[in-house]
């Protein structure tokens, strides 16, 4: 059992009354988006590449430029912790970086690039994926969160069509289930050219990822070892199609890639952890960046003209890309942009109430968020007579580390807000378990303060017979870095309520008006800590 993971979720015991919703005021309604129907406006595409490289008279130079999670940031966003840079910026950001090596510069990513705002989630990734086929990326490891909206639409966006281009997703590692084959819409690897060098390009993705994706999602699918995997492409690409230079990105962090040595391998960039980061891997030069474009990671390398040896002279990751001189915003993105701006507007900018403070997702949110999946579940029992014992229901469950992803500040709030808090499309589910199962996964630890409304304080209030019942979302439930560890949770065991935990805190939001901090502490509300027992 993944203890450190279990240790994490948040728990909360049914809350009956008293935070101040609205009866009266129906169900918020969101309206969807049929992306497909949109035909978009795409602006020509500019030639890349045509210059001269950059040299020494000894040595030329290949500069490649890397982001990895940019997690669907489009707009310019200023932050304490890093300035967003948002597709129209990093547009520009390139064009300037590329003037100063106009034939031989590379665009990479290392993943997880279209998932987490309303903009990109309700164009399924169409919106970026355009505009980094504008921009001339070169290439696209898969992340976990690529695979969020099932294969039908990381299919889809393989397939996205600009003009001719399509940016390669990669990756060495993920294979079909059935055949142990490279599905069809990917690649082990690809190959481009600058002035004459030829340069291979391998993207991979951290075996254990798996787990992080909705089981649904990935089944079908299977991550070999990494590292053995980009070996054997490294080694085909080094000795079969002679390429000069060979670069992993990698959707992994660059500090747990893999204990074995890689081979063949002369860059590497990776991601996943949202962390800054550069160094060596097995000799070779490795960045990575944060997410949201808050970074760019930069690898300049170097190639003897005579001996064709490879070295690195850069190893770099850009902390302030924002600030760069000359940087604005590329017309022909926001053109891009704008095909879904209309549509999209309507449903990021839906009112739904005021807060009346920071939620933080430690201080507020994360309860804001379990006491609105209880109550959407048991409304949803209601609704569809599901038949749960309301009494029964022991806790609600939602993974706070990695699932909220942003706080949600003082003042008015719309439907972008929530949808850029809770980007993922979970479904809220009940499960039944034993008392004596839920006892002997999780004890009680009682949250420091008064007032605590709960339905048991301790154990031993549970008995070892009796069915019960938690409300949880899909994801955690099969993931064997949450309950699925303590659980072994199959389809067959969740009662489904076709709710997703993004819109149903939207809707307690919608129907409060006015959700007040204090009502969502600990200590002073119905909220309440889990832990497994050690």
């Known amino acids: 059992m993944n203890s450190k993971k279990l240790l994490t979720l948040l728990a909360v015991l049914p809350l009956l009354a008293g935070c101040g919703q609205n009866e009266e005021k129906g169900d918020l309604v969101i309206p969807t988006v049929d992306v497909d129907s949109i035909v978009p406006v795409l602006p020509n595409r500019p030639e890349y590449n045509t210059g001269d ?15 990895s999670d940019f997690h669907g940031a489009v707009n310019y966003e200023t932050h304490s912790s890093g300035n967003y840079l948002g597709l129209p910026k990093l547009a520009s950001y390139l064009d300037i970086k590329r003037n100063d090596n106009q034939g031989g510069t590379v665009v990479v990513s290392s993943g997880d690039m279209f998932q987490g ?27 976990n969160h690529e695979f969020d909206w099932t294969d039908t639409w990381l299919k889809k966006n393989a397939n996205l069509d600009y003009k001719g281009h399509k940016t390669p997703f990669i990756s060495a590692n993920i294979v079909k289930t059935e055949t142990n084959e490279t599905p069809d819409f990917l690649q082990k690897s690809t190959i481009i050219s600058r002035k004459g060098y030829k340069i291979g390009i391998i993207g991979s993705i951290g075996k254990g990822l798996k787990s992080s994706i909705l089981k649904s999602c990935v089944e079908g699918y299977d991550f070999l070892d990494e590292v053995d995997s980009v070996n054997a492409e490294a080694a085909r690409l080094k000795n079969v199609e002679n390429c000069n230079i060979v670069i992993l990105t990698s959707h992994n962090d660059i500090e747990t890639i893999g204990s074995k040595a890689l081979e ?51 190893c770099e990751v850009d902390e302030n890309p924002t600030q760069l001189a000359g940087l604005q915003e590329k017309a022909e993105i926001k053109t891009i942009m704008n095909n879904y701006s209309s549509a999209i507007g309507d449903i990021k900018n839906i009112k739904l109430g005021e807060a009346d403070n920071n939620f933080t997702i430690s201080a507020g949110l994360k309860n804001v968020c379990v006491e609105s999946m209880y109550q959407g579940a048991v409304k949803a029992n209601k609704d569809n007579n599901l038949g749960i014992p309301e009494d029964k229901i022991l806790a609600t469950f939602h993974n706070v580390e990695g699932g909220i992803r942003k706080d949600i500040s003082k003042g008015n709030i719309v439907y972008g807000d929530v949808y850029a808090s809770f980007p993922f499309d979970n479904e809220i589910c009940f499960y039944k378990v034993k008392g004596s199962a839920f006892k002997g996964a999780l004890k009680y630890n009682e949250v420091v303060g008064i007032g605590v409304r709960r339905t048991f304080s301790n154990n031993n209030e549970i008995d070892d017979n009796t069915d019960y019942y938690l409300v949880v979302t899909d994801f955690i439930a099969f993931s064997t870095d949450y309950l699925g560890a303590a659980f072994n949770i199959t389809d067959a065991d969740l009662v489904r309520t076709g709710k997703v935990v993004r819109d149903e805190v939207a809707n307690l939001i919608y129907k409060t008006e006015t959700i007040k901090l204090g009502n969502f502490k600990s200590g002073v509300s119905p909220y309440v800590g889990l832990k497994r027992i050690q």
Do not use: P, W
């Open 53 to 67: 490289i950059k040299t020494d008279g000894t040595n030329d130079f290949i500069d490649i430029y890397e982001l």
């Open 117 to 143: 705002s309303a903009e990109s989630n309700l164009t399924r990734g169409y919106m970026v994926n355009y505009a980094m086929n504008y921009m001339g990326f070169d290439s696209m490891a898969i992340g």
């Open 264 to 314: 063949n391998v002369d860059a590497v960039f990776g991601g996943h952890s949202h962390e800054s980061k550069k160094g060596t891997i097995s000799g070779a030069a490795a960045a990575q960046t944060v997410n949201y474009g808050a970074s760019i990671a930069h690898i300049q390398l170097s190639i003897n003209k005579e001996t064709k040896a490879v070295s690195c002279s850069v």
